[in-house]
């Protein structure tokens, strides 16, 4: 049943947690870089940066995809999927990375990539993620989400959501040839592209159902992507709701943009993607000279 209002908007299950793990130091998070064939700039830019970032995780918040059309796709020499496959491979064992060491990936499903199977994620090196996860790291505990779920305005979207993600539909998308497949991704390319160019159409999360989640799950910052709304929203009673932006280094949608969201001892802050590796920290001096 489709939520009336957020007082009838609980989390969507048990809620999962996750723990950082002792060593990390940084987490970079993203979301909504509409990955596809159309967007070869946008792709370079992610590969680039997943070379370059200090992060030691990297949590991929969904819609990384702008249609995700099944996880055989990965094994047709020459294709999109076969490129992005290798991406991840690349970063999480550490081949495709400036300094060698690998990457902790992690996938949350967007809208636009839940067909994305657990197949395809073992083979690229990443974890899937319940939507939404708790996440505990630098000694606070941070809810982490696509944040479709929380638009409560968009109610046909949420009805069509429900429908789809059942598994026997989604088996039956994934028993149609390959062929279809690549002509439905082309079809709903177009019908975003058509979507995309009036903003003032889109959904935006509802913040008593972010309040609503935040409570429930003991956290205090809820990090979404899917609006495309990059912001820090103040919810009230230190809640607070932390928007990031979609990606496009194509000039699909208006001048180029992306960001990343940073989380590290010193909290939460937002930064561009990494086109070099930034210089390293300086060894602290020493308070005595050595005799």
Same mark, same amino acid.
């Given at each position: ?141 941070? #809810? ?12 046909? /979207? ?90 496009? /280094? ?17 909290? #939460? ?23």
């Amino acid at each position: 049943m489709i939520p009336r209002s957020a007082a009838e908007f609980p989390l969507p299950g048990p809620l999962t947690s996750l723990e950082a793990a002792p060593g990390w130091r940084r987490i970079d998070l993203l979301s909504d870089l509409h990955l596809s064939p159309d967007m070869p700039a946008t792709l370079a830019r992610l590969r680039r940066h997943l070379a370059v970032t200090p992060a030691d995780a990297v949590f991929l918040l969904g819609d990384i995809f702008e249609a995700w059309i099944g996880d055989d796709a990965r094994w047709q020499a020459g294709t999109f999927e076969q490129d992005a496959l290798q991406l991840l491979r690349d970063a999480a064992s550490g081949h495709g990375r400036a300094d060698g060491k690998p990457l902790a990936l992690f996938f949350m499903h967007g809208n636009r990539d839940f067909a994305l199977g657990e197949p395809m994620a073992a083979d690229a090196g990443m974890r899937l993620l319940v939507d939404p996860t708790r996440l505990k790291a630098f000694g606070r505990v941070w #809810l982490l989400s696509h944040g479709d779920q929380l638009c409560l305005g968009d109610v046909g /979207y949420l009805r069509a959501r429900a429908v789809v993600r059942r598994l026997d539909v989604l088996a039956a998308l994934r028993a149609l040839p390959l062929f279809a497949r690549r002509a439905l991704a082309r079809h709903l390319r177009a019908k975003s592209r058509m979507h995309q160019a009036d903003p003032s159409t889109w959904a935006d999360v509802d913040d008593d159902a972010a309040r609503s989640w935040l409570r429930a799950s003991g956290c205090d910052t809820l990090i979404h992507g899917h609006t495309h709304r990059p912001a820090m929203h103040d919810l009230g009673d230190g809640l607070i709701r932390a928007v990031l932006s979609d990606w496009d /280094y194509d000039g699909a949608h208006g001048p180029a943009r992306g960001d990343v969201l940073v989380i590290d001892a010193d909290g #939460l802050h937002r930064v561009e993607p990494l086109t070099q590796a930034p210089p390293p920290m300086p060894m602290p001096m020493p308070t005595q000279m050595p005799r």
